[in-house]
């Protein structure tokens, strides 16, 4: 069977995929830039075709039991083990998979305690990276195209390690529209700004309290236990304790850059 | 009777720059208290009664003179505290 080797975060991840369509989708947004031979993978994922109906809807069943969790939604369905070393993903087609690795790698990422996937696009300025976070629509993406030429850690998914030391970003290849380019390290995360398109430019800073509400439902997660919850809880805490949170009102041009450099 | 109160099981608090932030991991709520409910907070880690609760606070912040407020307000919000899944009630005789 074809297996793709890659890298995601400080995480080696093994794909066994069939299918000729999924392993090229697969190929082109988890290409891994760094040797990743004879490497132990953390994880080893198998992937196949052939399952569900098309997209329905975002709603995820989850189901658990002694050894392993099920996600299920109408055209996915994840079966991985409680320890997390061992998944396989059964798809509709191109767009479940990518929404099926990122519910599989969210829950994967708040197992080992390591960080979490935010809703955001994030540009580099200076060595540091900044975030954009917002709902659909609040402009996220415009963000990430009007930061050019800044280099991009991620345009919709942005992959946060966070530790009592610090938190750090690394390249996402959780991609909508711009692919990742080949940067392979990690960068200190230097500010957090929640997005609104305005009239008129302006940056607020939040109180620690109101930025741990606002980016509660800014975290891509589907929580099976308390234990879970509780863990990103205490991510995002330490996430704001680190980390200043901004309301960015933004015109949609550039110039919101000279609020933030 | 004397109705005692003390905070349920199923909540993670968290002190962030004098405020409060509670998750109430089973209903997925969080509910945010200032510096005086965080104190209130705090002390139903052990049952209180709404007079326990007044006389700290009185003592806290030296307010002999407010106890009458205080101790309306204590019971709004353990009212409130309540309807959020947040604490109990445990009736004493």
Redesign the interface.
């Known amino acids: 069977m074809k297996m793709l080797k890659t890298k995601i975060g400080d995480f080696f991840i093994h794909v066994l995929c069939e299918s000729k369509n999924l392993r090229t989708m697969l190929e082109k947004n988890f290409h891994s830039y760094i040797p990743t031979e004879n490497i132990q993978p953390d994880i080893v994922i198998k992937i196949e075709d052939g399952f569900g109906v098309s997209f329905q809807d975002y709603y995820v069943d989850i189901m658990k039991d002694n050894n392993q969790i099920l996600y299920r939604r109408a055209d996915y369905v994840i079966k991985v083990d409680s320890d997390y070393k061992a998944a396989s993903i059964s798809v509709h087609d191109e767009l479940a998979l990518k929404h099926a690795l990122m519910n599989l790698f969210s829950s994967f990422i708040v197992y080992h305690n390591w960080g979490l996937l935010i809703h955001s696009s994030c540009a580099i300025e200076n060595g540091k990276a900044h975030i954009f976070a917002g709902q659909s629509g609040a402009g996220k993406s415009t963000a990430a195209k009007l930061s050019y030429p800044r280099n991009l850690l991620s345009d919709e998914a942005t992959l946060v390690r966070i530790t009592e030391e610090d938190v750090q970003i690394y390249n996402s290849p959780f991609r909508s529209e711009i692919e990742a380019d080949s940067f392979s390290g990690n960068l200190s995360l230097a500010s957090v700004q929640i997005l609104f398109q305005a009239l008129q430019n302006k940056r607020e800073k939040v109180a620690k309290s109101d930025a741990l509400f606002q980016l509660m439902d800014k975290v891509f997660f589907w929580p099976h236990s308390q234990e879970e919850t509780s863990t990103i809880m205490k991510l995002i805490t330490l996430l704001v304790m680190q980390v200043p949170v901004y309301e960015l009102h933004f015109q949609k041009n550039n110039s919101f850059w000279e609020l933030i450099s | 009777m004397m109705t005692h109160f003390i905070q349920k099981g ?1 909540v ?1 608090a ?1 002190e ?2 004098g ?3 509670i ?1 109430n ?2 209903q ?1 709520t ?1 509910t ?1 208290l200032n510096g005086v409910g965080g104190h209130c907070w705090s002390l139903l880690n052990e049952m209180q009664t709404v007079d326990t609760l007044t006389k700290s606070l009185v003592e806290e912040y030296k307010a002999v003179q407010n106890k009458e407020q205080i101790k309306q307000d204590v019971e709004e919000f353990l009212s409130n505290l309540t309807e959020c899944g947040l604490i109990e009630n445990v009736n004493r005789l």
């Open positions: 199923n993670e968290t962030l720059d405020e409060w932030i998750l991991t089973d997925y969080i945010k």
